[in-house]
Protein backbone atom coordinates (compact mmCIF):
# COMPACT_ATOMS: atom_id res chain seq x y z
CA UNK A 1 0.00 0.00 0.00
CA UNK A 2 2.76 2.33 0.54
CA UNK A 3 4.01 2.61 -3.07
CA UNK A 4 1.36 4.42 -3.96
CA UNK A 5 1.01 7.29 -1.86
CA UNK A 6 -1.54 9.70 -1.82
CA UNK A 7 -0.21 13.25 -1.19
CA UNK A 8 -3.61 15.17 -1.40
CA UNK A 9 -5.92 13.84 1.63
CA UNK A 10 -8.70 15.97 2.99
CA UNK A 11 -9.39 16.36 6.32
CA UNK A 12 -12.04 15.76 7.55
CA UNK A 13 -13.14 15.96 11.50
CA UNK A 14 -16.15 14.24 13.12
CA UNK A 15 -19.26 16.34 13.22
CA UNK A 16 -19.11 20.02 12.63
CA UNK A 17 -15.38 20.24 13.14
CA UNK A 18 -13.15 23.26 12.02
CA UNK A 19 -10.71 22.08 9.18
CA UNK A 20 -7.44 22.24 8.05
CA UNK A 21 -8.57 23.52 4.58
CA UNK A 22 -10.70 26.41 6.54
CA UNK A 23 -7.55 27.88 8.14
CA UNK A 24 -6.02 27.86 4.40
CA UNK A 25 -9.21 29.57 2.86
CA UNK A 26 -8.71 32.04 6.13
CA UNK A 27 -12.52 30.85 7.02
CA UNK A 28 -11.28 29.77 10.32
CA UNK A 29 -8.63 30.78 12.99
CA UNK A 30 -6.02 28.37 13.37
CA UNK A 31 -7.02 28.76 17.26
CA UNK A 32 -10.69 27.18 16.38
CA UNK A 33 -8.88 24.86 14.50
CA UNK A 34 -6.74 23.63 17.42
CA UNK A 35 -10.03 23.88 20.31
CA UNK A 36 -11.31 21.63 18.14
CA UNK A 37 -8.77 19.15 17.96
CA UNK A 38 -8.07 19.26 21.70
CA UNK A 39 -11.89 17.88 21.80
CA UNK A 40 -10.29 14.54 19.77
CA UNK A 41 -7.46 14.40 22.74
CA UNK A 42 -7.44 10.82 24.44
CA UNK A 43 -5.72 12.19 27.63
CA UNK A 44 -7.19 15.00 28.63
CA UNK A 45 -6.39 14.42 32.35
CA UNK A 46 -2.18 14.89 31.36
CA UNK A 47 -3.05 17.65 28.64
CA UNK A 48 -5.27 20.75 29.32
CA UNK A 49 -5.48 22.02 26.22
CA UNK A 50 -4.08 23.33 22.94
CA UNK A 51 -2.23 27.18 22.52
CA UNK A 52 -1.54 28.63 19.42
CA UNK A 53 1.07 31.28 19.21
CA UNK A 54 -0.04 32.98 23.12
CA UNK A 55 0.48 36.24 23.51
CA UNK A 56 3.27 36.63 26.12
CA UNK A 57 0.22 37.41 28.76
CA UNK A 58 -1.16 34.07 28.07
CA UNK A 59 1.41 32.14 28.12
CA UNK A 60 2.42 33.94 31.74
CA UNK A 61 -0.87 32.76 32.84
CA UNK A 62 -0.64 29.42 31.53
CA UNK A 63 2.72 28.66 33.07
CA UNK A 64 1.20 30.15 36.79
CA UNK A 65 -1.78 27.74 36.33
CA UNK A 66 1.23 24.97 35.86
CA UNK A 67 3.66 26.03 38.14
CA UNK A 68 1.32 27.64 41.38
CA UNK A 69 2.91 28.70 44.76
CA UNK A 70 6.92 27.15 45.59
CA UNK A 71 7.01 26.30 41.59
CA UNK A 72 7.05 29.56 40.81
CA UNK A 73 10.24 30.24 40.70
CA UNK A 74 10.86 27.71 38.03
CA UNK A 75 8.49 30.00 35.27
CA UNK A 76 11.67 32.05 34.01
CA UNK A 77 13.10 28.59 33.10
CA UNK A 78 9.55 27.52 31.17
CA UNK A 79 9.59 30.37 29.33
CA UNK A 80 13.12 30.06 27.86
CA UNK A 81 12.46 25.96 27.42
CA UNK A 82 8.79 27.09 25.37
CA UNK A 83 11.68 29.67 23.01
CA UNK A 84 13.55 27.25 22.24
CA UNK A 85 11.44 24.54 21.55
CA UNK A 86 10.11 23.98 17.98
CA UNK A 87 7.01 24.54 15.89
CA UNK A 88 5.02 22.72 18.76
CA UNK A 89 5.88 22.10 22.28
CA UNK A 90 5.05 21.52 25.61
CA UNK A 91 4.79 23.81 28.66
CA UNK A 92 5.78 23.75 31.19
CA UNK A 93 8.97 21.68 29.84
CA UNK A 94 11.33 21.55 33.28
CA UNK A 95 12.41 18.85 34.53
CA UNK A 96 11.45 19.10 38.20
CA UNK A 97 7.74 18.84 37.04
CA UNK A 98 8.71 15.88 35.60
CA UNK A 99 6.08 12.73 35.92
CA UNK A 100 4.56 15.28 38.66
CA UNK A 101 1.31 15.00 37.63
CA UNK A 102 1.17 18.27 37.24
CA UNK A 103 -1.17 19.59 33.85
CA UNK A 104 0.44 20.48 30.81
CA UNK A 105 -0.67 22.34 27.83
CA UNK A 106 0.90 21.79 23.98
CA UNK A 107 1.65 24.97 22.26
CA UNK A 108 1.33 25.36 18.86
CA UNK A 109 3.80 28.03 17.28
CA UNK A 110 2.88 30.43 14.13
CA UNK A 111 5.03 29.26 11.71
CA UNK A 112 3.78 25.52 12.14
CA UNK A 113 1.03 26.37 9.76
CA UNK A 114 3.79 27.20 7.13
CA UNK A 115 5.37 23.83 7.20
CA UNK A 116 2.21 21.34 6.62
CA UNK A 117 0.92 19.85 3.19
CA UNK A 118 -1.79 18.37 4.20
CA UNK A 119 -4.30 18.75 7.27
CA UNK A 120 -3.97 15.15 8.80
CA UNK A 121 -0.12 16.23 8.80
CA UNK A 122 -1.14 18.47 11.58
CA UNK A 123 -3.33 16.04 13.34
CA UNK A 124 -0.46 13.43 13.25
CA UNK A 125 2.25 16.49 14.63
CA UNK A 126 -0.42 17.31 17.49
CA UNK A 127 -0.20 13.10 18.61
CA UNK A 128 3.59 13.60 18.28
CA UNK A 129 2.81 16.83 21.37
CA UNK A 130 0.61 14.54 22.94
CA UNK A 131 2.26 11.86 23.43
CA UNK A 132 5.34 14.18 25.10
CA UNK A 133 2.44 15.76 26.88
CA UNK A 134 1.26 12.28 28.54
CA UNK A 135 4.67 11.27 29.19
CA UNK A 136 5.54 14.69 31.37
CA UNK A 137 2.74 14.43 33.01
CA UNK A 138 2.51 10.74 34.06
CA UNK A 139 6.39 9.96 34.01
CA UNK A 140 7.70 6.69 32.16
CA UNK A 141 7.20 3.20 33.18
CA UNK A 142 9.23 0.86 31.33
CA UNK A 143 11.14 -2.35 31.74
CA UNK A 144 10.96 -2.03 35.84
CA UNK A 145 11.75 1.55 35.87
CA UNK A 146 9.71 4.52 36.84
CA UNK A 147 11.38 7.61 35.06
CA UNK A 148 10.46 10.78 36.67
CA UNK A 149 12.22 13.88 38.32
CA UNK A 150 13.08 11.45 41.31
CA UNK A 151 15.10 9.61 38.96
CA UNK A 152 19.14 10.00 39.99
CA UNK A 153 21.19 11.13 37.54
CA UNK A 154 23.26 8.66 38.01
CA UNK A 155 20.52 6.34 36.43
CA UNK A 156 19.31 8.75 33.90
CA UNK A 157 20.31 11.37 31.92
CA UNK A 158 17.69 14.27 31.54
CA UNK A 159 19.13 14.43 27.67
CA UNK A 160 18.16 10.25 27.78
CA UNK A 161 14.77 10.84 28.79
CA UNK A 162 14.73 14.41 26.01
CA UNK A 163 15.66 11.41 23.70
CA UNK A 164 13.49 8.52 24.50
CA UNK A 165 10.67 11.43 24.70
CA UNK A 166 11.10 11.61 21.11
CA UNK A 167 11.66 8.25 20.30
CA UNK A 168 7.94 7.58 21.85
CA UNK A 169 6.25 10.20 20.12
CA UNK A 170 7.84 9.48 16.64
CA UNK A 171 6.43 5.75 17.39
CA UNK A 172 3.50 7.18 18.11
CA UNK A 173 2.58 9.07 14.93
CA UNK A 174 3.93 6.45 13.02
CA UNK A 175 1.78 3.57 14.66
CA UNK A 176 -1.30 5.74 14.29
CA UNK A 177 -0.65 6.39 10.58
CA UNK A 178 -0.29 2.73 9.80
CA UNK A 179 -3.54 1.88 11.98
CA UNK A 180 -5.17 4.04 9.78
CA UNK A 181 -3.49 3.14 6.43
CA UNK A 182 -4.61 -0.23 7.49
CA UNK A 183 -8.64 0.91 8.23
CA UNK A 184 -8.64 2.63 5.04
CA UNK A 185 -6.63 1.27 2.61
CA UNK A 186 -3.50 4.32 1.91
CA UNK A 187 -1.90 6.65 3.93
CA UNK A 188 -3.47 9.51 6.00
CA UNK A 189 -0.51 11.57 5.77
CA UNK A 190 1.42 13.37 3.22
CA UNK A 191 4.50 11.37 1.72
CA UNK A 192 6.98 14.03 3.05
CA UNK A 193 5.52 13.87 6.33
CA UNK A 194 6.01 10.14 6.31
CA UNK A 195 9.58 10.01 5.27
CA UNK A 196 10.01 12.63 8.31
CA UNK A 197 8.67 10.80 10.73
CA UNK A 198 10.43 7.62 9.60
CA UNK A 199 13.67 9.29 9.54
CA UNK A 200 13.17 10.92 12.83
CA UNK A 201 12.34 7.48 14.19
CA UNK A 202 15.20 5.43 13.08
CA UNK A 203 17.66 8.46 14.34
CA UNK A 204 16.27 8.04 17.95
CA UNK A 205 16.42 4.08 17.21
CA UNK A 206 20.12 4.64 16.62
CA UNK A 207 20.95 7.25 20.21
CA UNK A 208 18.76 4.47 21.97
CA UNK A 209 21.09 1.29 20.45
CA UNK A 210 24.36 2.85 20.66
CA UNK A 211 24.65 5.66 23.49
CA UNK A 212 23.37 4.21 26.97
CA UNK A 213 25.21 5.20 29.40
CA UNK A 214 24.09 3.22 32.96
CA UNK A 215 23.04 0.06 33.07
CA UNK A 216 19.66 1.73 33.78
CA UNK A 217 19.57 3.43 30.69
CA UNK A 218 20.39 0.03 28.88
CA UNK A 219 17.57 -1.35 30.64
CA UNK A 220 14.98 0.94 29.55
CA UNK A 221 16.43 0.45 25.79
CA UNK A 222 15.77 -3.03 25.78
CA UNK A 223 12.07 -3.03 27.18
CA UNK A 224 11.31 -0.07 25.15
CA UNK A 225 12.60 -1.93 21.74
CA UNK A 226 10.51 -4.69 22.62
CA UNK A 227 7.70 -3.03 23.23
CA UNK A 228 8.24 -1.31 19.64
CA UNK A 229 8.51 -4.54 17.70
CA UNK A 230 6.03 -3.88 15.54
CA UNK A 231 7.91 -0.81 14.05
CA UNK A 232 11.79 -1.58 13.20
CA UNK A 233 13.78 0.24 11.15
CA UNK A 234 16.98 -1.03 9.03
CA UNK A 235 19.76 1.40 7.54
CA UNK A 236 20.80 0.97 3.77
CA UNK A 237 23.35 2.55 1.90
CA UNK A 238 21.86 6.16 1.22
CA UNK A 239 18.45 5.08 2.82
CA UNK A 240 16.13 3.34 4.93
CA UNK A 241 13.45 0.47 5.51
CA UNK A 242 10.53 0.61 7.98
CA UNK A 243 9.26 -3.05 8.89
CA UNK A 244 5.78 -2.79 9.88
CA UNK A 245 3.96 -6.06 11.67
CA UNK A 246 1.41 -4.22 13.38
CA UNK A 247 -2.70 -4.89 13.88
CA UNK A 248 -2.73 -8.14 11.95
CA UNK A 249 -0.37 -6.74 8.98
CA UNK A 250 3.00 -6.80 7.27
CA UNK A 251 4.33 -4.54 5.43
CA UNK A 252 7.54 -2.64 4.58
CA UNK A 253 8.29 1.11 3.44
CA UNK A 254 12.04 2.33 1.77
CA UNK A 255 13.15 6.00 2.50
CA UNK A 256 15.92 7.98 0.86
CA UNK A 257 18.00 8.73 3.62
CA UNK A 258 17.94 13.28 3.85
CA UNK A 259 21.53 15.08 3.28
CA UNK A 260 22.79 16.41 6.49
Not at 10 to 17: E, K, N, P, Q, V
Not at 115 to 133: F, R, T, Y
Request: hydrophobic share 40%; proline share 5%; with cysteine.
Amino acid sequence: MFKQLACAVALSLAGCRTTYEQVQLNKATPQEFFSDAYKDCKDKAAVKGYLFDPSDEELEARLKECLPGDLADLIPRAKESYKEGGMATIIPAVLPVFGMKGPVYVVVKKNFLDELVIGPDAESAILHENQHGTDWHNGIEIGGVYLSAHTPIKDIRPSFIQDLMEFRADYAQLEDAFRKSVKAGQLPISAACFSSMAQCYYEHWLVMEYFPASEVEAKVIKAQFEEFKGIRPEGEPGGLMLYFDLFGKKDKAHFTRKKQ
